[in-house]
């Protein structure tokens, strides 16, 4: 039987297929939609994980109207067998006493009889059904960036709640974190691109009014103003938990001097919850939320459990979305997930580096002298001489289950780099007893300079540490730590970074292995050999900016505007309502009296009474304010008209409804007005890329590309190509084609370009960079269904006299209906882009069969090079 997540999963995908509907609130397949280009279908910012799960969230607020977790699963498991069997109670002995005392008789003893929870281990089945707010798990496997997709999710709340106003969504929102390095990971909230997840329309209000707030020591309390909205506070559960064990005595401040320690304490805990509790409509985040599970599940459950439940009992909790990297606990799905990512799926995609092949286990027999040697020497001879794209070395993490290990095997290290020709320099120790340098310095290991290559580890380096240039983790000796230490510590090495095709090697103790594929079976239900067989479908690399002074293409382009018409304008005059603006009450008496003819209890003791009620009323420049704001009028003809009709009484506002429909039919006429203008069209725009320092300290700009590994073939590096003396095209680099043909066009025309460099200034591939942040060459059409959508041709040809030709290349199947759907839409975009500029813009089509562009095709491109 399907999980829940799998269920969910099927009904967001018929909801995305079906375009996003939901009536009430229209923005959500607004802002869904944008996440993809509609022009190449690419992904905007959002990795494909994110994606799913921001779908199923709002496929739940917004079509599920956030049902509890309970709830759900009575929807959609209607027959008792089939929930039973879901929520994992279909045994004997429960499907006897239900048979019994039926269902409801099961929910009521889950909820009062703990000798019956605990001998069938329901425990974390009873907190999830006995909440009493929405509490979802998102269940994503490391590398699919779950702090983003928080991030995500906040953004769009605040953004909706903007548009509708008066609705349910978010006014704040609140992240836990479980320690100081995850809280340090979750600083990435601040640096989100979140212009590229919301429609530009609703990403402006929504920058103007977000705030984010991180807790610090030595705070007495939370810097947000009580009561308001668009906070986003960003803490660890020891800073604002009902107890207040482990704030410290310097944090409290002169305030507090004199006082009961434990009660000073306390009451700054207290002081940090309460402003927390004062936010209206609170969303709440739970990072790493496994931390809820495994050993300590008592202790931890109730001391986050206790916080939240305060937090709904003081605020309205809209939600409550726990992150995790796993939907298990102990090989048994956890029934809160609704949207699960697994590490295999991570690796197919490219998000994690591969591993297939590349664990490995040793049976050193106690020698684990030999094995550190020899970890040593093979790490070297397979990633010495590697580094990332950005030039930081490849790295190796040794885990040591204690200290006095790690000293006890330094000097083998050391003298195995010595033989090797590395210095005893390239280590980094990290562990409880290390230096605030080393700290730092660890830290740091992600910038290229870093030139550690050796990271020496004990109970460090696993949740919260990214480091993408650690390309080989080597456990050491059997590790005895609970809480998935293995795991976590096996998986550091996983994390990619666009165009980085090297795989990842692991290097265990026989031990540490049982123990590892243990923990990946309970943890993600996959196993060592899943792993060793994942091989990535989906491959990231960067694209860098070559050109970056690119003159732009001026071209003249028709602008309408919608105006309001002068023809049979008249002054505005607006009459006074008619009738009472006083409100009115009315009042019915009752007495208790038995009526044999209805069997009515209450009986009329008397008539109506009517009360009168003072309006609610607006001041004349509020009103005039809002009315010429709504209908773009001026707004001193608007409050001169107010200030006729009332004199010196206020305006109820019962009236504005009325006074807003007299304006309507004297103003609203408007007349569209087309004008010619000219603009410049960038073709790259570089502050749309990513600016960052190439090894050697120069900057440059970047960008991610995604492309599926069977399509590596339509890669085309500027590098490759030996006899481009003049160094045409590439503005960036590489050109990622989508077809075997522009490829093909593409290496034709720069022979072509070389041999005959004296009339032609270059050529651009375009047709792949349609990002309007980064490029500012597309034409708007619109689709069938009435939306605007973009298209970017395939390539421009520039001639040294400012002649442009635009090329478009398109299989022979398009050819038979040019000018009609999808495809002869962009054409005839374009097509009135060559009717306004005839003296210095061209189109041409051409149709292909093959992989190849023939020849004679190209005889109007040749002949436009050569000014024929």
């Known amino acids: 039987m399907d999980h829940l997540y799998q269920v969910l999963a099927s009904q967001a995908q018929q909801w995305r297929e079906a375009g996003y509907p939901c009536e009430e609130f229209p923005a959500v397949g607004e802002i869904l939609e944008w996440q993809t280009d509609a022009e190449t279908g690419d992904l905007r910012y959002l990795r494909k994980p994110q994606l799913r799960a921001l779908e199923v969230y709002w496929y739940l607020r917004a079509v599920k109207k956030t049902p509890h977790i309970f709830d759900l699963y009575k929807e959609l498991y209607p027959k008792p067998a089939d929930l039973l069997e879901v929520l994992g109670l279909a045994k004997d002995e429960i499907c ?24 069938f281990h329901l425990e974390a089945l ?57 809280i340090e990971a979750l600083r990435e909230l ?63 401040g002169p305030l507090f001097s004199g006082q009961d320690v434990t009660k000073a304490k306390r009451e700054i805990a207290n002081r940090r919850l309460q402003t ?134 330094r000097p083998v290290i050391d003298q195995a780099l010595a033989e090797l020709g590395e210095s005893p320099a390239a280590c980094l120790v990290n562990t409880s007893e290390s230096t605030k340098e080393e700290i730092e310095e660890f830290n740091r290991l992600n910038d290229p300079a870093s030139r550690r290559r050796v990271i020496l580890l004990v109970n460090k380096g696993t949740e919260g540490w990214n480091c993408p240039s650690l390309f080989a983790c080597a456990l050491v000796r059997k ?81 309408r505007t919608v105006v309001p018409s ?30 044999q003819a209805t069997g009515s209890i209450m009986q009329a003791a008397g008539d109506a009474v009517s009360i009168d009620t003072i309006p609610e009323t607006l001041d004349h420049y509020s009103a005039a304010l809002d009315l010429a704001a709504i209908y773009r009028l001026d707004f001193w003809e608007v409050y001169g008209e107010i200030r006729r009709l009332y004199g010196r009484e206020e305006i109820p506002r019962s009236h504005l409804f009325e006074l807003a429909k007299q304006i309507e039919e004297q103003r609203c006429n408007y007349e569209i007005r087309e004008e010619r203008v000219e603009r410049a069209l960038a073709l790259v725009n570089p502050e749309g890329f990513e600016r960052e320092e190439d090894a050697f300290g120069a900057e440059v700009y970047t960008a991610e590309i995604i492309y599926s590994k069977d399509r590596e073939h339509l890669l085309l590096p500027y590098d490759t190509l030996q006899d481009n003396q003049g160094g045409y095209g590439f503005h960036y680099t590489p050109y990622n084609f989508d077809s075997k043909p522009e490829k093909s066009f593409f290496e034709q025309m720069l022979r072509e370009i070389n041999q005959n460099s004296e009339e032609l200034e270059d050529i651009y591939y375009t047709g792949a960079l349609t990002d309007p942040a980064k490029t500012d060459f597309y034409v708007e059409y619109k689709d069938e269904k009435g939306k605007w959508r973009r298209y970017t041709p395939d390539f421009v040809i520039r001639r040294k006299d400012g002649k442009i030709l635009i090329v478009e290349i398109k299989r022979m199947r398009d050819r038979e209906h040019p000018d009609d759907g999808k495809k002869g839409r962009k054409a005839m975009a374009i097509r009135k882009w060559e009717d306004l500029n005839p003296d210095s813009l061209i189109y041409e089509m051409i149709f292909i069969e093959g992989d190849t562009v023939p020849y004679d095709r190209m005889s109007n491109v040749r002949s436009f090079t050569r000014r024929g």
């Open 96 to 119: 006897n006493y239900v048979l019994n005392e039926g269902l409801d008789g099961l929910w009521q003893r889950l909820k009062n009889d703990n000798d019956f929870v605990r001998d």
């Open 276 to 409: 927390i509790a004062s936010l209206p409509r609170l969303v709440i985040f739970s990072d790493e939320a496994h931390h809820l599970y495994g050993q300590s599940l008592d202790r931890q459950l109730k001391r986050v459990r206790q916080t939240v439940n305060y937090l709904a009992e003081e605020t309205e909790v809209v939600c409550v979305v726990n992150t995790t990297g796993t939907p298990y606990y102990r090989r048994q799905p956890l029934k809160d997930v609704v949207i699960w990512y697994g590490l295999s799926e991570g690796i197919k995609d490219g998000y994690l580096k591969e591993l297939a092949g590349n664990i490995q286990a040793y049976d050193f027999e106690g020698n684990v002298e030999q094995y550190v040697a020899h970890v040593i020497r093979d790490f070297f001879a397979e990633y010495g001489n590697h580094s990332l794209p950005n030039g930081a070395p490849a790295k190796l993490a040794m885990y040591f289950p204690r200290t006095d290990d790690l000293k006890e095997l």
């Open 566 to 595: 002068e023809v049979g304008k008249e002054p505005l005059k607006l009459q006074r309502p008619r009738g009472s603006s006083r409100a009115k009450l009315i009042r019915r008496d009752y007495d208790l009296a038995v009526q």
């Open 479 to 559: 590790l005895k730590t609970s809480n998935n230490f293995v795991l976590q510590a096996a998986s550091r090495c996983l994390r990619q970074i666009p165009g980085n095709t090297k795989k990842a090697k692991v290097y265990l103790s026989q031990d540490n292995f049982g123990i590892l594929d243990r923990q990946l079976q309970e943890t993600y239900g996959e196993t060592i050999a899943d792993l060793n067989r994942e091989v990535t479908e989906t491959r990231r690399t960067r694209i860098v900016l070559r050109k970056t002074n690119i003159p732009p293409i001026v071209v003249t382009q028709m602008r």
């Open 190 to 252: 601040n640096r989100v691109p979140y212009n590229s997840i919301l429609p530009p329309r609703l990403y402006k209000p929504f920058a103007a009014s977000v705030k984010l707030t991180f807790t610090r020591d030595g705070e007495t309390d939370i810097p947000v103003i009580q009561g308001s909205s668009f906070n986003i506070i960003v803490t660890n559960i020891e800073k604002i938990r009902i107890t207040a064990e482990t704030i410290r005595k310097g944090d409290l």
């Open 126 to 182: 009873r907190e999830s059904l006995n909440l009493d707010y929405p509490s979802y798990i998102f269940a994503l496997a490391m590398g699919a960036g779950k702090t983003v997709l928080i991030g995500a999710i906040i953004a769009t709340e605040f953004a909706m709640a903007i548009e509708y106003q008066d609705s349910d969504f978010a006014l704040n929102a609140l992240v836990f974190a479980p320690g100081k390095t995850i």
